[in-house]
């Protein structure tokens, strides 16, 4: 990379300038329709949010993390946070739609389909996808599906009915994958194929198990082998995959059901409710009452 390129990081609510009017919250989710808007011929820009784009016309090449990049009509673009893209350069008639989402919004999208995160995960080694023609017809349903969505906003449910939505987004971008998958390299089939069992474990015991060492011992892994290829594959270690997990299973209930902080603590299985507040407010820095007074 250039040393004299000027780096900036760019947060969610920083494309909000450049996005259309629809939008959940300039902190949750944007659409942006025209990227040309956003000039980085000459600079990098760091992304601190997930991005699904999809090119409709025209062509863009630009470089992500320093890797070569084309985009052109029937690709699919999936950035998964903290990236960084620079040199880019359009086609006059370039076109992409694309959908962006803060890493609390996705993470609350994904809650109930951890089994989904392997598949995303081969995104970073392969973010540009060409879309054969069956399933970018299904991409675009999707997109007119969420657009016809955030301009309904007298509708009583209209968070809920998005987050479903871009969960069935996702749903078939992984049904896409799905093929695409079983030509990962062989290297790295180990390492992945520990992550994706590790998930599956994580998606069935939350509610019971926290220790990072149980786990381990179910994959009969050490908890140190464990914890370093979870890290290298995610980028996060076992210990945050298990309380963003279980503070985001806590959030849910806090907000989508009247059961009582006491209640909550038996169903996730916390010696009592003082010990599941303690864990709670550690993590996101507000008590399971504040939280549930904020929503």
């Not at 880019?88 to 389909?113: C, K, P, R, T, W």
Request: charged content about 25%; overall charge positive; some cysteine.
């Amino acid at each position: 990379m250039n040393k004299n390129k000027e780096y900036i990081h760019v947060a969610l609510h920083d494309v909000l300038p450049y996005a259309n009017t629809l939008s959940l919250g300039e902190d949750d989710l944007l659409i942006v329709d025209d990227v040309r808007r956003i000039d980085f011929e000459n600079r990098a820009l760091q992304t601190g949010f997930f991005t699904i784009g999809y090119c409709t016309r025209g062509e863009a090449r630009f470089k992500l993390n320093g890797r070569q990049m084309c985009l052109y009509p029937g690709c699919l673009f999936v950035s998964l946070g903290q990236q960084v893209i620079e040199d880019g350069h359009y086609s006059d008639d370039f076109q992409v739609v694309a959908v962006l989402q803060s890493h609390q919004f996705v993470q609350e999208i994904l809650m109930s389909m951890l089994n989904l995160w392997p598949y995303l995960l081969y995104l970073l080694e392969n973010p540009v996808i060409t879309l054969q023609d069956e399933e970018q017809r299904w991409i675009w349903r999707d997109y007119l599906l969420l657009l016809q969505r955030l301009k309904n906003k007298t509708h009583t449910f209209r968070r809920e009915a998005i987050l479903s939505i871009l969960q069935a987004f996702y749903l078939d971008i992984c049904h896409f994958l799905e093929q695409r998958c079983s030509q990962r390299s062989t290297s790295n089939s180990r390492t992945y194929d520990v992550f994706y069992r590790f998930m599956q474990l994580l998606a069935q015991n939350y509610k019971r198990e926290r220790e990072v060492a149980w786990y381990a011992a179910q994959l009969q892994l050490t908890p140190k082998y464990l914890s370093e290829v979870v890290k290298n594959v995610s980028g996060r270690t076992v210990s945050q995959w298990v309380s963003t997990v279980v503070v985001m299973e806590i959030k849910s209930m806090l907000r989508n059901t009247n059961l009582s902080v006491k209640e909550i603590s038996i169903k996730m299985n916390f010696p009592n409710q003082s010990f599941m507040g303690k864990y709670f407010k550690n993590i996101t820095q507000r008590s399971p009452l504040e939280y549930r007074k904020e929503k």
